[in-house]
Every structure is written in C-alpha cells, then in structure tokens.
C-alpha cells in the first residue's frame, strides 16, 4: 500500500509563502501522477496542482496559477508545492493525492479525486488577512 507523508503548511500572512512537500513510499508504475487539493470549511475538495512524474507537465486550477508552483523530485519521490502571493481565500486544508496513471484523471479536476488515489493525511494552510 502507498503512503504519501506531507510536510510543511501552518499560519502565514497574506502575500507570504510556505510550501508543501509530500514524499510517497514507492510508485507502483512508471505511469505516475501527484497532485495537491484542498478543502476549505463547509466547501468540496478540490483541485489544486499536478504533475506528471515521467514527464514533468504540471496542471493548475485557474485559482492558483501564477503563485502556486508544483515541482518533483524524482529520487526522493517526493512533490512540492511552492504557494506564493497566499491569499485568505487559500485557507483551507491541504491534501497529497497520487494515481498510477499516464494522464492526470478526469475526476481530479472534476470530482476532487476519488477513492481510487492514493492520499496523504492533510496539512492546514491558514493565511491571515
């Protein structure tokens, strides 16, 4: 079974920074997406970042793009998510979601992942305004 271990998150003003870092157990295919969702109170999960392990293309929902950044490293299987420019609306908890899969899921983007993924235990991003 894979586990995704998340690190990082916490208390930050808005206009500052944190990151996130994940790192899974092992991949169990060469075929390899992580991504990042999170939920705030009273909403649905939703999509954050992804990226394709393999070939290192990245997604973004429109809310973030531009100030959050997903990187991997490939050695440690680890992802990142670099948050800049945090807004109080970020708020929210962060999740970890990882699939064996060649192209990022229609139901990340849509449905906030299913059972199906793989999850880390969530961190919480709180930014003050």
């Known amino acids: 079974q894979v586990q995704l271990v998340q690190s990082g998150g916490g208390l930050v003003q808005a206009g500052g920074s944190l990151r996130l870092s994940c790192a899974a157990s092992?991949?169990?295919?060469?075929?390899?997406?992580m991504g990042w969702f999170r939920q705030a109170p009273g909403k649905e999960r939703e999509f954050v970042s992804a990226?394709?392990?393999?070939?290192?293309?990245?997604y973004y929902s429109d809310s973030v793009k531009g100030r959050f950044y997903i990187s991997r490293d490939y050695a440690k299987n680890t992802v990142y998510l670099q948050m800049n420019s945090l807004k109080p609306e970020d708020t929210a908890v962060y999740f970890c979601?990882?699939?064996?899969?060649?192209?990022?899921?229609?139901?990340?983007?849509?449905?906030?992942?299913?059972?199906?993924?793989?999850w880390g235990q969530g961190t919480q991003v709180t930014v003050s305004s």
């Open positions: 990226i394709s392990w393999s070939a290192g293309r990245t």
């Open positions: 092992e991949r169990t295919s060469s075929s390899w997406i």
């Open positions: 979601a990882a699939r064996a899969s060649f192209l990022v899921p229609q139901s990340w983007f849509t449905d906030g992942g299913t059972k199906d993924d793989y």
